[in-house]
């Protein structure tokens, strides 16, 4: 089992339209969590960040977090066509260290 | 420009050479990371160094190396380069470890024949 497990997609919406992407992790040890974006060929970049339980909203973007759960979401409301990319949760797990371990990404399709 | 490079930003190995991928950043960063990228399974963390003169293995840490001498500089060393090892290389940085962001370099991608 990866530590952070994401839906590959494809996740198509209508224009306009909210876009729901999950994430799970396994280790309740984690602590703050990350939505990136990548857009093909480029590099991941931050979309929003969470550090505790319940809801964090930047713009069009809400991030949500059950840590009970061990689940993080990120909503995209007005969905739009430039919004078509990867998206990836990232999670801080601490062992002897600090890691930053994604998931495997969830591709968002905004239809026009 | 502040941020964080790597060079090459391709390169196509022989099977068995050596090869050491560059990654700098100037932000006084003290968290750098490596990642490889392979489509379908996202971001796999090769090794981290959470400040200058430790690191410490990832997810895939098998056939790599790295070193963390200063703080701006951490290069990536395949000591031998294998096809499984072809992919897109990630270098990134954060503040500290734990807390903050990741910001990431423009990646080289890398072919191994």
């Known amino acids: 089992q990866k530590e952070v497990e994401q839906n590959s997609g494809p996740l198509s919406v209508p224009e306009g339209a909210i876009a729901s992407l999950n994430c799970t992790y396994s280790d309740r040890g984690s602590q703050s969590f990350f939505w990136y974006r990548q857009y093909s060929g480029k590099s991941p970049e931050l979309i929003m960040f969470?550090?505790?339980?319940g809801d964090k909203e930047d713009g069009r973007f809400t991030a949500q977090l059950n840590k009970a759960s061990q689940y993080v979401s990120l909503l995209i409301r007005d969905s739009q066509p430039s919004d078509s990319a990867t998206y990836l949760c990232a999670v801080y797990r601490m062992d002897s260290s600090y890691k930053l371990i994604f998931g495997s990404g969830t591709r968002l399709l905004v239809r026009p | 420009i502040a941020g964080i490079t790597q060079a090459p930003t391709s390169q196509i190995l022989a099977a068995g050479r050596r090869m050491t991928l560059r990654c700098t950043q100037d932000m006084r960063h003290n968290a750098m990371y490596w990642y490889r990228q392979d489509l379908g399974l996202g971001l796999r963390l090769i090794h981290y160094?959470?400040?200058?003169?430790?690191?410490g293995k990832g997810e895939v840490p098998d056939g790599y190396s790295v070193s963390r001498a200063n703080t701006d500089d951490f290069p990536l060393t395949l000591a031998s380069a294998v096809p499984s090892q072809t992919s897109v290389y990630f270098c990134?940085?954060?503040?500290?470890?734990?807390?903050?962001?990741?910001?990431f370099g423009q990646g080289t991608r890398l072919t191994v024949v």
């Open positions: 160094s959470n400040t200058a003169g430790t690191t």
């Open positions: 990134a940085s954060s503040v500290s470890p734990g807390n903050t962001e990741a910001f």
């Open positions: 969470i550090y505790s339980n």
